[in-house]
């Protein structure tokens, strides 16, 4: 079986991996295996060929060219060696690939072997509505003549002894890629056996081109896992650094304070090291320190006894309670109301607490998450936040900088979020004007990478073109006239 349907295999599994441990989309995996496997399979089928068929065709390109790697090889030293070997293995006079080139939809000869001289040499473009190769190439079937000289389509060449001559199609997935073409000096030289010879061959070469493809998409999307964490995006240092103390942390059931401005992700990395915790798939609760009044927080972090209070007619679980083996995620914290605080490290300390109105001490296994963009010391020494409580959650800091001082990684998240508004909005936009990213890079983000997200949003919707060409952004000097420049310049 070839070495490069196991190969494929291998990478697959090595992408899956990766794309796991990157919780990557679930989608985006299943598009990527799904792809491969389809070419793998189709790989495993066409090479599992008996063995007596394939002595019969007295070669396999790929296995011949087994040992070089062929699916990584660069894929010009690949059409060069395997129009060598096509030649030497079956004594053709002369063989060439043609392939089609994407602007000019010429047939353009990409190698060859034999008997070429002077004004044909690689590089050589043929029009797709001229000789046997355009007849080939327009009608995606083979055409052989053991006679050239009755063959209308043919087309001589200056120089060549040509006397019988197979174009065959070199098809991926029924779309016509090029054209390889086998030469005799003789009359009568082409047989049924030289037919599926070479059309076996041709689909081998279709197969490289295919796996060279998949292979490249595949590099592409390493680069992009490599460069995001989870939902995170972001190749620059503080970021690498940051993905690093997430994977660090997540492994311990250390307490974790989050700092950074608004915006900045604070959530998210909650959320990821919760991800990447022993507690994954236990409950990850988040409560919203800021929007509770004094009266309700406590019932709300640590639940109630019916009849605690006016109004309570029934038992309530509290937050606490119910994010019970996994994490509880306090944001906002430095919005705590002061008289709960004392309240909130017992619970820390003690893994237990009681309910509003209860007697009964309530045991729990829960991980501390908090975060805050509020400069905790100062409201320490304002008196508003208690010193011991901050030492407790403070055991672990994540510091998320703000955007503009990581800007290097603004291109990936605009065209991430540009990438997920067009889904949303069912459009295609796949560019950003280098004027626009000039803007969104010149801009302070106060609202990071929120404000970024809902930016991409709105000029994505206001986008008529395929390409993002629009930006409206506060602070930024007449944009109106800098846009309108772009416009005419990338139109
Ligand atoms: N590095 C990143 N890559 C991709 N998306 C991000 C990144 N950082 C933040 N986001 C997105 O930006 C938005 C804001 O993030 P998040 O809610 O975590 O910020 P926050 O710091 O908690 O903000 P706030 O202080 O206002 O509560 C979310 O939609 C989040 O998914
Ligand atoms: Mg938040």
Avoid at 344 to 370: C, Y
Wanted: glycine content about 8%.
């Amino acid at each position: 079986m070839g070495s490069c349907y196991d190969d494929l295999c291998a990478l697959v599994a090595e992408l899956l991996k990766i794309g796991k441990d990157a919780h990557l989309s679930p989608d985006v995996l299943k598009a990527w295996s799904d792809e491969a496997t389809k070419v793998g399979e189709r790989l495993k089928e066409r090479h599992s060929l008996p063995e007596e068929s394939k002595r019969n065709l007295q070669l396999n390109l790929i296995n011949r060219l087994g040992q070089q790697d062929v699916w990584k090889m660069d894929l010009q030293d690949f059409f060069d060696m395997a129009v060598v070997s096509i030649r030497e293995s079956l004594g053709y006079y002369n063989v060439s690939i043609f392939r089609i080139d994407e602007t000019s939809q010429d047939l353009v000869l990409t190698a060859h072997a034999g008997a070429y001289r002077g004004r044909v040499s690689k590089g050589y473009h043929q029009g797709i509505d001229r000789g046997m190769l355009g007849w080939v190439a327009r009608n995606g079937r083979m055409l052989l003549t053991n006679d050239v000289s009755r063959e209308p389509a043919y087309l001589a060449v200056e120089g060549l002894a040509t006397k019988s001559e197979i174009c065959i199609p070199i098809l991926i997935e029924g779309k016509i890629e090029g054209v390889l073409n086998v030469e005799s000096d003789v009359v009568g030289a082409f047989d049924q056996g030289d037919v599926v010879a070479l059309e076996t061959l041709a689909q081998q070469v279709a197969d490289v081109v295919q796996m060279r493809r998949t292979n490249q998409a595949f590099d592409l999307l390493k680069a992009e896992i490599r460069h995001s964490f989870g939902q995170f995006i972001g190749r620059s240092e503080v970021m690498r650094k940051v993905f690093d103390l997430i994977r660090t942390v997540a492994r311990s059931d250390m307490i974790v304070l989050i700092r950074g401005e608004t915006g900045t992700g604070k959530e998210l990395v909650a959320r990821a090291i919760h991800a990447e915790s022993r507690r994954k798939d236990r409950p990850f609760i988040a409560v919203n320190c800021a929007a509770l009044p004094e009266s309700l927080f406590e019932s709300e972090l640590f639940g109630h006894e019916r009849g605690a209070f006016t109004g309570a007619d029934r038992r309530r679980v509290g937050k606490m309670e119910m994010a019970r083996g996994g994490t509880l995620f306090l944001d906002e914290i430095g919005e705590i109301p002061y008289p709960l605080q004392a309240k909130l490290l017992r619970a820390i300390e003690g893994q237990a607490f009681t309910r509003v109105g209860g007697e009964q001490e309530i045991q729990v296994d829960v991980r501390i998450l908090s975060a805050t963009n509020q400069p905790l010391e100062e409201l320490e020494q304002q008196g508003r936040f208690r010193r011991d409580l901050y030492f407790r959650l403070n055991a672990v800091q994540i510091h998320l900088p703000p955007l503009r001082e990581r800007i290097e990684d603004l291109p990936l998240l605009a065209a991430h979020f540009l990438r997920e508004a067009c889904a949303r909005l069912d459009k295609r936009i796949d560019a950003i004007a280098p004027a626009v990213l000039a803007a969104l890079t010149a801009y302070a983000w106060p609202g990071n990478i929120r404000e970024l997200e809902n930016a991409i949003a709105r000029a994505a919707l206001m986008e008529q073109t395929s390409c993002l060409s629009q930006i409206d952004l506060p602070q930024v000097k007449n944009p109106a006239a800098e846009l309108r420049g772009i416009k005419t310049q990338n139109p």
